[in-house]
Nanobody, 118 residues
Framework: VQLQESGPGLVKPSQTLSLTCTVSGGSIPTNVYTLNWIRQPPGKGLEWIGAIGTSGDTYYNPSLESRTSISRDTSNNQFSLQLNSMTPEDTGVYYC???????????WGQGTQVTVSS
């Protein structure tokens, strides 16, 4: 299974970031999994943004919840992130990942750089 993030590399302050993760190649060896978005600001550790489960339920980092929306398009094997009101502090590498921590399954995309600048 491969994951590929896509979206703009440069976003202006106050704009909305829209990223899409496309899943391809093979099948996920579990019927229950979580589709996640994670980011890493420059010089800092990984920060979980949020996720959507196979049931369609969404889960968000409380610090970002008011600005975040995650959705999925099962027909196209994609899931998406929208992050509103972007600021320079949102600059970083954004990753998508599929996980089932119970069975120890995880696949990550290679990440995409997002820079917030006017």
């Amino acid at each position: 299974v491969q994951l590929q993030e896509s979206g703009p590399g440069l976003v202006k302050p106050s704009q909305t970031l829209s990223l899409t993760c496309t899943v391809s190649g093979g099948s996920i060896p579990t019927n229950v999994y979580t589709l996640n978005w994670i980011r890493q600001p420059p010089g800092k550790g990984l920060e979980w943004i949020g996720a959507i489960g196979t049931s369609g339920d969404t889960y968000y980092n409380p610090s970002l919840e008011s600005r975040t929306s995650i959705s999925r398009d099962t027909s196209n094997n994609q899931f998406s992130l929208q992050l509103n009101s972007m600021t320079p502090e949102d600059t970083g590498v954004y990753y998508c990942a599929i996980t089932n921590l119970v069975v120890g399954y995880a696949r990550w995309g290679q990440g995409t750089q997002v820079t917030v600048s006017s």
